[in-house]
């Protein structure tokens, strides 16, 4: 019962937040951010790369609740078209309440290199495919009580090129985001094995965050991500202990 209840409270909240963000963006040309965006500037950052505050669209894999954390939640609200890729169903159902009033698709599957199916332990945020990160998430101090609570279950994957295609996303589209804990290389290189081109890339690489550092598989796969992103054309613009920001490199005149 108690969940339940809590299901239909969070439900409320997010409508609300809908409601507000989006009467917001209409009367003042500008939603929020995030409140818990882990860039500081990030507006100021999209300006700066020549990204539309109004229009244009935006690929977020691993979109947790279409809120928390994110990076696009107030781009959807300026009038962007949003593609959210989330596997976990309630959190599915969680995007599409906070985004009822936006231009948005959301995909229930994981995006990976292959079809098929794969196990997910369920933590909140720190959901993961990956299962030495959750192994690391159960030694770090700030994982240790939604490691210690997760629950694991079976979903669906679907090669990023697929939905990309279904979504007839154009390949230079402006914006992706990949945030996947620890599984981002077989995405960055599904990526960079495509035609697709984002114009901006933010992906989550932990190759110099401290807490890692007892995990050298992991920092080792991130860095790796790094490198083959830089490799296909991007130098990064901003970069944190978790975010990094890819800007394409310009080309050459003629």
């Known amino acids: 019962m108690q969940q339940r209840l809590d299901y239909v409270w969070r439900s409320v909240i997010s409508v609300r937040q809908s409601l507000w963000r989006k009467s ?34 935006f ?19 300026q009038g962007w078209r949003g593609i959210y890729v989330e596997p976990v169903l309630e959190r599915c159902t969680a ?19 292959t079809a098929g199916e794969c196990e997910i332990r369920v933590m909140g945020a720190l959901s993961t495919m990956d299962g030495e990160t959750a192994g690391a998430y159960k030694a ?16 669906r994957t679907e090669r990023l090129d697929t939905i990309l295609t279904r979504n007839a996303v154009r390949n230079d589209v402006e914006l992706m985001v990949i945030d996947v804990e620890g599984h981002e290389l077989p995405i960055v290189e599904a ?5 697709w081109r984002p114009k901006v890339l933010i992906v989550e690489l932990v190759d110099t965050h401290p807490d890692f550092d007892a995990f050298s598989t992991l920092k080792g796969n991130a860095l790796k991500a790094r490198k083959l992103i830089v490799a296909n054309g991007y130098q990064p613009v901003y970069a944190d ?9 310009p080309r050459p005149p003629g």
């Open 140 to 155: 770090i101090r700030w994982g240790k009580k939604k490691a210690s609570r997760a629950t694991t279950r079976t979903i």
């Open 24 to 57: 917001l963006a209409r009367l003042t040309g500008e939603s929020p951010l995030s409140r818990t965006c882990q860039i500081p500037n990030l507006r100021e950052i999209y300006a700066r790369l020549g990204l539309s505050p109004h229009s244009g669209t």
């Open 191 to 195: 990526l960079m094995a495509s035609p």
């Open 59 to 77: 690929v977020e894999i691993g979109a947790f609740d279409g809120e928390g954390h994110s990076n696009t939640s107030f781009l959807a609200d």
């Open 95 to 113: 995007v599409k309440l906070r985004h009822m009033l936006n231009n948005v698709t959301v995909e229930p599957v994981a995006a990976s290199d």
């Open 241 to 249: 202990q978790v975010n990094t920001i890819f800007a394409e490199k």
